[in-house]
């Protein structure tokens, strides 16, 4: 009844009221605001009410400035004055009012005040610096509500400048009694760090305080602050995975009081924003999300109540169920949940379902083929975002056989679309797809000229510049490159002879260039006719000057020949008067070159040479200038992307468009050579520069956009190693036979649901949506299975092409030279080691020191059983031999390193069935295994055991020397007996193997070792080369043994530091063109940053860091003794921005690869 | 959340809370565009709309449109959820609530508003607690002014204005059904 009673007074202006009397209070004041929004209501038209507003603001504005109205009044004015600011009516005078009131009033008047300036001022107005005082002396209140109110102001608008000011108070109240003062506290605190973070950087340890608070709501407030965090840096805060993942145990649970639920759902926010913590933390990381598991798995469990609450947490839960590290029950769950949405009849948890299934495509694309009648349906839905939303899916499932109805789809929407936005994005879209997969040239014009059509100007700026580079620079066959350009030039020749006044200026100027450039490639069109066209271009209204000279560029190549030249020379004087100075000289230019054939031939060639223009693109010429600036203290040139990113973020909406997802830019580099390091780390076993087998192979799987494929229908999929099977052993570079081993593996599965022969329209639809998709052939309905290769693969970097020539011509020849090498060597050369030339040719005096270590070494072997006399005699420490003191280069080399070569060893089955217990001391003898002297003052890694039987134990070590890497190989007969012909071989076809030696014995003694050496070489960089070998001997003459092994060799066992100084790398810099930009993950576990990323990065690939100068540091390293890579960093924010440049097109991508791996295993 | 209006179905605004910085040409550009977007929309269409790189979340209540903008990674779900608890506050406070209560007391719509959601985040989940916070604050104008008021029946009042009302059944009964549950 009290709610009746107390409505009645606040909501309902009393009649009796008088302005006058000033003691009259609430009543009276509600009554004048009443009384103005009656006569509002009432009021019919615009204009009426426009008059009323002002008159009232002129009221108001009298009011507020008498020295005689009291603080009451003016709380009542201002109220009042909100009223009309809502209305759209501007109160600017009252905004000193409102802060004055907030300052002087009492209580209550403070409250409107506060609320007044709220409403009035944004962040950014100069008043508000007037309002610090009064909080400041509002926090310091021993009133809490006014320390409420306070606090709430300083959390909505707050100048940044002045949070310094306020902060030591904000951050007392943290431990204040009152539960609701500290949850005001910690929003503010909150609102504080994403305004200026690095302000709140002292008080993280009381954010954790505030997480165990004990009042659920100053926890849940607590959240925000962490989410953001964990955002920014998810590795700092994974030793709170296990108090995250308890309180949404209990919360779970029904732990928290009655109060905190909704709709009976314990608190619905709490849970969320926990889940949503959850997967920030468990991403990419196993451990982290094994401890996660129960609880998710309780909270889709609970969530079963048929309210949009529930769902709302359900979808949190499978975003994170798919976004953390997988596990196949979970997901087979979450999977379902996806389809309860789907198939909803409720649009809004449709829409949802759509949201989720895009999202999680990415992962697994043969849950958009379980829905896929649904999606057809969601397709022709009347309402407008849950097509939009449908269409993002489709797009994510684009491959080489649906793209034509896809794109068809995509552009009919389009079509009848008019938001902005949504066209920039979709047409930035179509441009993509129609790039990566177009079927032929002719539908790839045709649907360039529809994007161009519909995208208009407002079309970005990338893709007609893409589109014209990709028909300028070609594919690799010219036949089809020809082709391409005629038709080209055809479909705008009519798309001109149609009425062109409605079309886009940006593809009006396309059309002018490609028809100047390429019109003479059509074989009995008259030049004139083309010409005549442009030149009506020219003429017609509309057209913008910046079109026009487009227009007159082409004419200008056009202009050959007599009649042609006629009507380019009335063009040019009728440009002579124009008031465009840009177009006159551009007529004037014309005039000049149709007079002087001869320049005119010079300057544009007819068939423009694809290279003819040499564009320097790294600007050498100015080398001197920019290291002269540099010496003089000039800062480092900032690329403009980094700028930006400097700029810091803002948290206004971005009223611009979006940006493009578009791969494409202006820069040198191409699509082909931009690879992102997650895809080098997908195709495991290929080689960084070819991309060529590796779109090739994705054709028989998925083509998402190079999205990594880890997820199957059985869950996750492991990293696929391509020593996988033997037969991949025995051909590891060729991968285009893997995956075709691949795709009859999965043929050969039985088909799990033979499609009934009759097919509506719809299936129709569908089948040919989502052909192609998933990873069974058999799971798309009307299946074409043959693969298609995308048709406009941009012409690979010359040193690419070369590259893969050189691997192909250096694999042949290995081969023949191992053989060679190996019958020769069979003539019984055994004691005659073949020592490698550069040890033979650096003799050098031998330490002392080093000396007396051989002996202890020797003593080692001796009692380990090795008897030098008996055995091979290939393991002797001839002083020779010994290594030359320029290869034990810094002293911190000398390191074991890491071992990538464990995880790569695959041993193939056969063997495995062949242990016998009596060689489980294989392991152990690895551990006595040393390197030959002369090796063991040289960086290499640990000595792992690759793969034994019951006679032998063949164990493997990595040397890194200084221009080749050593792979050494030990050999150990773990039987008394004599193991005769013991023949060793060592293939590996990515890379150039040099010298070897001791690889073939005639007999090996019981309980003996022998060692054989390969030197490896690596010219051009592969992320992870496989090698193959093989061990036959005999335990008696006819019976044959054979062992195969196999490992892998990563680029970071051929990295080497390249030591120089900051001015050389400054030079060097310059001069290399092929660089690559990224973020990496920045570790702040221990002391600096960047030092300590810099180390972790050194320690683990080699690098040598030239100089660190305040957060930015230089690093060089480089393959080998060939050639260098360099490496920029700079700490931004949270992560490490690095910028890589090599000679070597592939070595940044590469690089950086490893640089991630390294920093991940850290 | 970016920012959150109330408006009628004439289009008139009622209530405009904005989380981020925006001009005041700004903010009325955008309120002028989405109050016409949002009332063109057809009852059985979807909750959410895109508009511009933002997420729209709306829901009708009787004559009065709730609107949020939301950022792209934001649940629409809960968004709505956080617009009907707001309806359950004003419901508690005033009684049951109508557009009425929300023109003449646009000041304690908006208390209510910052005890609930601060700075766009959710703030305090518990309703007992946004109350409670409210009631306190109340409580100092009720000792402030303790002047006896005899006013005329509302109801009088409001049947002269009926066309303002926003009781309609459905909408009453669901604010009954969500009563039920939350006690």
Not at chain 1, 218 to 236: A, C, F, K, R, W
Not at chain 1, 549 to 577: D, F, N, Q, Y
Not at chain 1, 595 to 620: C, I, K, T
Not at chain 1, 643 to 670: H, I, K, N, V
Request: proline letters at 5%; glycine letters at 4%.
């Amino acid at each position: 009844m009290s709610d009746v009673v107390e409505k009645t007074l606040t909501a309902l202006p009393s009649l009796l009221s008088l302005d006058s009397q000033p003691g009259a209070g609430k009543l009276s004041s509600t009554s004048k605001l009443g009384q103005f929004i009656r006569n509002i209501t009432e009021l019919t038209s615009k204009h009426e009410e426009e008059k009323l507003i002002k008159k009232e603001l002129a009221v108001i504005k009298d009011q507020v400035s008498s020295p005689y109205t009291t603080m009451r009044q003016m709380r009542e004015l201002m109220v009042r004055s909100m009223y009309c600011e809502m209305l759209g009516y501007e109160a600017s005078f009252a905004y000193i009012h409102a802060i004055k009131l907030a300052q002087q009033g009492t209580v209550l008047e403070k409250r409107a005040g506060y609320l007044a300036v709220s409403l009035f001022l944004n962040e950014n107005h100069e008043l508000l610096l007037l309002l610090v005082n009064t909080v400041l002396k509002d926090l310091q209140s021993t009133n809490i509500i006014e320390v409420c109110m306070a606090l709430t102001v300083v959390s909505q608008i707050f100048p940044k400048d002045m949070i310094p000011a306020v902060l030591p108070l904000v951050e007392e109240k943290l431990s204040h009694p009152k539960e609701i003062i500290r949850r005001k506290a910690v929003l503010a605190l909150y609102k504080f760090y994403l305004i200026a973070p690095n302000q709140v950087q002292h008080i993280h340890g009381k954010f954790r305080k505030a997480l165990c608070d004990k009042d659920p709501g100053v926890m849940t407030s607590s959240l925000h602050i962490y989410l953001q965090m964990i955002q920014e840096s998810p590795d700092s805060y994974k030793d709170l995975v296990g108090s995250f993942v308890t309180i949404l145990r209990q919360v779970v649970g029904g732990k928290l009081p009655l109060d905190f639920n909704y709709h009976s759902i314990p608190a619905p926010w709490l849970q969320m924003q926990l889940l949503r913590i959850l997967s920030l933390l468990g991403r990419e990381d196993q451990s982290t999300s094994e401890t996660m598991y129960d609880v998710l798995n309780e909270s889709l469990r609970r969530a079963e109540m048929n309210h949009n609450i529930t769902y709302a947490i359900l979808y949190e839960c499978v975003k994170a169920i798919y976004t953390i590290h997988p596990k196949a029950e979970l997901l087979e769950k979450a999977a379902k949940c996806i389809g309860n949405f789907v198939l909803s009849p409720k649009i809004n948890l449709k829409y949802l379902g759509l949201k989720a299934l895009t999202y999680v495509v990415q992962h697994d694309a043969s849950l958009a083929l379980q829905h896929q009648m649904t999606i057809i349906e969601c397709l022709d839905h009347s309402d407008l975002l849950i097509k939009r939303e449908t269409l993002e899916l489709l797009f994510r499932i684009t491959n080489a056989q649906n793209v034509t109805v896809i794109v068809e789809r995509i552009l009919s929407f389009l079509r009848l679309c008019n938001d902005d936005y949504t066209i920039i994005d979709l047409v930035g879209k179509v441009a993509e797809l129609a790039e990566k997969y177009a079927p032929d040239n002719e539908w790839f014009i045709q649907t360039m000229t529809v994007v161009f059509s519909l995208g208009g100007d407002l079309m970005p700026p990338d893709i007609p510049s893409s589109f014209l580079r990709l028909l300028a620079e070609g594919s690799q066959s010219e036949v089809d490159d020809r082709q391409l350009k005629v038709y080209a030039v055809n479909s705008y020749l009519s798309v001109l002879n149609d009425d062109c006044s409605h079309l886009p200026q940006r593809f009006l100027q396309v059309i002018s260039w490609v028809l100047g450039e390429y019109s003479y490639l059509r074989e009995g069109l008259d030049q004139e006719e083309v010409i005549l066209l442009l030149k009506k271009l020219l003429d017609q209204r509309g057209v913008s000057a910046e079109t026009r000279s487009w227009v007159l560029s082409a004419l200008t190549k056009l202009c050959r020949g007599s009649g042609r030249a006629e009507l380019a020379l009335a063009v040019a004087e009728s440009l002579s008067s124009t008031l465009d100075t840009v177009l006159r000289q551009q007529g004037h230019e014309l005039r000049h070159l149709i007079q002087d054939g001869s320049l005119h031939a010079r300057v544009l060639p007819q068939p423009a040479p694809a290279n003819s223009l040499e564009v320097d693109s790294s600007l050498s010429f100015l080398d001197g200038f920019v290291s002269d600036a540099l010496a003089a203290g000039a800062a480092p040139y900032k690329p403009p992307h980094q700028r930006q990113e400097e700029l810091g973020q803002q948290r206004a909406p971005t009223l611009e468009p979006y940006a493009l997802s578009l791969p494409m830019s202006l820069s040198s580099c191409t699509v082909t050579d931009r690879q992102s390091p997650s895809v080098l780390s997908m195709s495991s076993g290929l080689s960084a520069n070819s991309t060529e087998p590796s779109q090739r192979a994705g054709v028989a799987t998925l083509m998402l956009e190079g999205v990594k494929r880890v997820w199957g229908k059985e869950g996750y999929l492991p990293q696929r190693d391509t020593s996988e099977t033997p037969a991949t052993v025995e051909e590891p570079s060729d991968v285009v036979q893997s995956s075709h081993q691949q795709v009859v593996i999965d043929i050969s599965q039985p088909e799990p649901e033979p499609e009934p022969p009759q097919l509506d329209k719809k299936q129709q639809l569908a089948s040919s949506l989502f052909v192609g998709l998933g990873s069974q052939n058999s799971a798309c309905l009307l299946g074409k299975t043959e693969a298609t290769v995308p048709r406009f693969r941009r012409k690979p970097h010359l040193n690419d092409a070369s590259s893969s020539g050189t691997s192909e011509r250096s694999s042949d020849s290995s081969h023949s030279s191992h053989s060679t090498a190996d019958s020769f060597l069979y003539g019984g050369l055994l004691e005659e080691e073949p020592a490698t030339p550069i040890q033979s040719s650096r003799h050098a005096p031998q330490p002392i020191a080093a000396s007396g270590s051989c002996e202890a070494r020797q003593h080692g072997l001796t009692v380990n059983g090795v008897d030098e006399n008996r055995g091979g005699a290939v393991v002797c420490a001839k002083e020779e031999k010994r290594a030359h003191p320029t290869q034990l280069i810094e002293s911190d080399m000398v390191r074991v390193r890491p071992n990538a070569l464990a995880e790569g060893a695959v041993v193939p089955p056969q063997n495995c069935s062949r242990h016998l217990p009596s060689t489980s001391s294989c392991g152990s003898d690895s551990e006595v295994l040393k390197l030959p002297f002369e090796l063991q003052n040289l960086p290499h890694s640990d000595i792992i055991s690759l793969i034994s039987d019951s006679h032998l134990c063949i164990s493997c070590c990595r040397v890194f020397r200084e221009d080749a890497l050593l792979i050494v190989l030990f050999l150990s007969n773990s039987t008394e007996m004599v193991l005769c012909d013991v023949a060793l071989e060592l293939s590996c076809e990515e890379l150039q193997m040099g010298s070897l030696r001791g690889n073939v014995m005639e007999s090996m003694a019981g309980r003996t070792s022998s060692v054989c050496h390969y030197t490896v070489f690596m010219e051009r960089p592969h992320t992870h080369v496989p090698f193959t070998g093989t061990v036959s001997y005999q335990t008696q003459p006819g019976h044959k043994h054979t062992l195969h092994f196999s490992g892998k060799l990563t680029t970071a066992d051929f990295i080497r530091p390249l030591v120089l100084s900051t001015e050389e790398y400054g030079k060097l810099w310059l001069s290399f063109s092929h660089d690559v930009k990224q973020n990496l993950r920045l570790l702040t576990d221990a002391g600096d940053p960047l030092i300590a990323t810099l180390n972790v990065l050194k320690d683990c690939l080699q690098l040598h860091i030239v100089d660190i100068i305040g957060s930015e540091g230089i690093v060089a390293c480089r393959l080998l003794d060939g050639a260098p890579c360099l490496m920029h960093c700079r700490v931004h924010g949270a992560s490490l921005a690095v910028w890589l440049r090599s000679s070597l097109s592939s070595f940044p991508d590469c690089l950086l690869y490893h640089c991630q791996r390294a920093l991940q295993e850290h | 959340m970016q920012f959150m209006l109330l408006f009628s179905r004439q289009g008139k605004l009622r209530l405009q809370k904005w989380y981020v910085p925006l001009s005041d040409k700004e903010k009325k550009k955008i309120t002028r565009e989405l109050v016409q977007t949002v009332l063109a929309r057809k009852p059985k269409m979807c909750s959410f709309l895109e508009w511009r790189d933002l997420k729209i979340v709306y829901k009708r209540y009787a004559s009065l449109y709730f609107c949020c903008a939301i950022e792209d990674q934001d649940n629409e779900l809960i968004t709505l959820e956080i617009i009907h608890r707001y309806v359950e506050l004003l419901d508690k406070y005033f009684g049951s609530v109508c557009e009425l209560d929300i023109i003449f007391n646009f000041e304690k719509a908006y208390f209510i508003l910052d005890e609930f959601l601060l700075g766009g985040e959710a703030q305090e989940t518990s309703k007992k607690n946004v109350l409670k916070a409210i009631e306190q604050a109340d409580l100092l104008q009720e000792v402030s002014h303790h002047e006896a008021c005899i006013a005329p029946s509302g109801n009088a009042f409001l049947t002269q204005h009926s066309s303002f009302l926003i009781h309609e059944p459905t909408l009453n009964s669901h604010i009954l059904i969500t009563r039920n549950m939350c006690s």
